[in-house]
């Protein structure tokens, strides 16, 4: 019976957990977050580039 008062009041992975759910959270959406700006600076860069390249008159 004490081993399992003993497991009840067990802490330890907490923090582990709540570190997890932080990076679900918060880290996952900013990495699409991140690749989504890339890609669209990447689709801005290839306009400018062509408009660039179209002759002055």
Do not use: H
């Not at 497991?7 to 932080?22: K, M, P, R, Y």
């Not at 990076?23 to 989504?36: D, E, K």
């Amino acid at each position: 019976m004490t081993n399992i008062r003993k497991f009840n009041a067990d802490e330890t992975g907490q923090t582990s957990i709540e570190w997890v759910l932080l990076v679900v959270a918060f880290g996952l959406p900013m990495v699409y977050l991140v690749s989504l700006l890339l890609n669209w600076l990447t689709e801005y860069y290839a306009f400018l580039t062509c408009l660039i390249s179209l002759p002055m008159s």
